[in-house]
């Protein structure tokens, strides 16, 4: 079936202005989380949606970014005033079960970069 | 606090060596839950497997096989006879089981590279 799929793959924008990365999660998957990697890095959490609220957003580095999930299926990721320092690969997860033992499944990511 | 550390930052060996790439984590929780994910060129996590923190049987799945120890909280990754198409980015990564919290912590990942 299909898997996690994220759009854009790439997105070039310019400090201070606004972007929205799209995530289509597995089917059926009641969980969604959103991570972002830096090069070199691990995968850093930044919000986990249950359904269509928002569960944990405690990843959430300030109030420029911002997501939701309003029926319980896709997910965007909004980020206002873009900053130099939010160019990173910013990654979509999917789970199906309410058990945090479940494993997640991950998209290809959508690599923003702040010029 | 819950951290997990992957001290090799990157480890080159030879086509058909075995490998074993190291996993250290810390948590307060009792319940928790460890994850192995690779992270191929092309950039998409790629699950390899999952383990709860009741469960210390070692696994063998193909040429891969993971060492779990409590008593070191260590979560240990063997490639046996490593091939090339093994080259990637190995990701641990911890979960625990806190009501609400479901979010994985992230090592910063052993870079493999098996030469031809």
């Known amino acids: 079936g299909a898997g996690v799929s994220q759009t854009p793959s790439n997105k070039v924008t310019e400090k201070g202005k606004y972007v929205e990365l799209r995530c289509d999660p597995i089917s059926g998957h009641t969980a969604l989380y959103w991570y972002r990697q830096s090069l070199g890095q691990g995968p850093e959490f930044l919000i986990y949606f249950q359904g269509t609220g928002a569960a944990d957003d405690s990843g959430l580095p300030n109030d420029r970014f911002f997501a939701v999930r309003p029926e319980g299926s896709v997910s965007t990721l909004k980020i206002q005033r873009t900053e130099r320092g939010d160019s990173a690969v910013y990654l979509c997860?999917?789970?199906?079960?309410?058990?945090?033992?479940?494993?997640?499944?991950f998209g290809p990511g959508t690599r923003l970069t702040v010029t | 606090a819950q951290k997990v550390t992957q001290a090799q930052t990157e480890i080159s060996v030879v086509e058909k060596e075995d490998v074993t790439l190291d996993c250290v984590y810390e948590?307060?929780?009792?319940?928790?839950?460890l994850f192995w994910y690779k992270q191929p060129p092309s950039g998409e996590l790629v699950f390899l497997i999952r383990r709860n923190s009741f469960d210390e049987q070692n696994e063998i799945s193909g040429r891969y096989s993971w060492n779990f120890q409590k008593s070191t909280s260590s979560f240990n990754f063997t490639i046996t006879a490593s091939q090339v198409v093994d080259s990637a980015v190995y990701f641990c990564a911890l979960s625990e089981a806190m009501v609400g919290t479901y979010k994985y912590i992230f090592g910063t990942g052993t870079r493999l590279k098996v030469l031809a």
């Open positions: 948590t307060r929780d009792t319940t928790y839950y």
């Open positions: 997860a999917s789970s199906s079960g309410l058990a945090e033992g479940y494993e997640q499944y």
